[in-house]
């Protein structure tokens, strides 16, 4: 791992626990045992730390997304692979999804553009895949924007119990998360 990696991943799990607005380089510098002054030869600022995390988090949901609407399947399975990705990343970078759902608004320009762009690309996608299945008859047909938000609000926050509950084993959160957002609990 660079320093640079390094950097970023003690901020990530500080921006996790503090918030990103309470973190400061020093706090950064001192939880890697450096002076905030090494920081810099490694990344120009708190901003850009913020920036890679995001961003780097963001990709992954958009690449997984193009892979899930490009394949050749039917809209459930479609939401099933949406709903495992969620469930991956969120093993992945839990840490990091804190800063991408609480710090998104503090990216600058160009950053915050991008990021708002994949968000609703990725908002877009999953919608048409919805609309895809009540049309096909393999989603009931209630309103697309319930199914969307009903969804997204338990995949968004699952790295908050995830992080409390202890690493559950990701097949079985995989499956039970599928079941679950799909087939209701009746």
Known sequence: MSRKEEIIQVASRLFYEKGYKTVSMRDIATAMDIKAASLYNHINSKQEILSEII?????????GMEKVVSENSSAIKKVEKVIEMHVDITVNYSEALA???NDWMHLEKEDLLAFVKMREDYEENFRKIIKQGIDSGEIKSYHP???LFSIFSTLRTLY??????????????KKDMVSVLIKGIV
């Open 160 to 173: 908050l119990w995830y992080q409390k509950r202890g690493k559950v084993d990701v097949n079985i959160l």
């Open 145 to 147: 924007e319930v199914i």
């Open 55 to 63: 961003l780097k988090v963001a990709e992954e949901f958009t690449v």
């Open 99 to 101: 800063s991408l759902n």
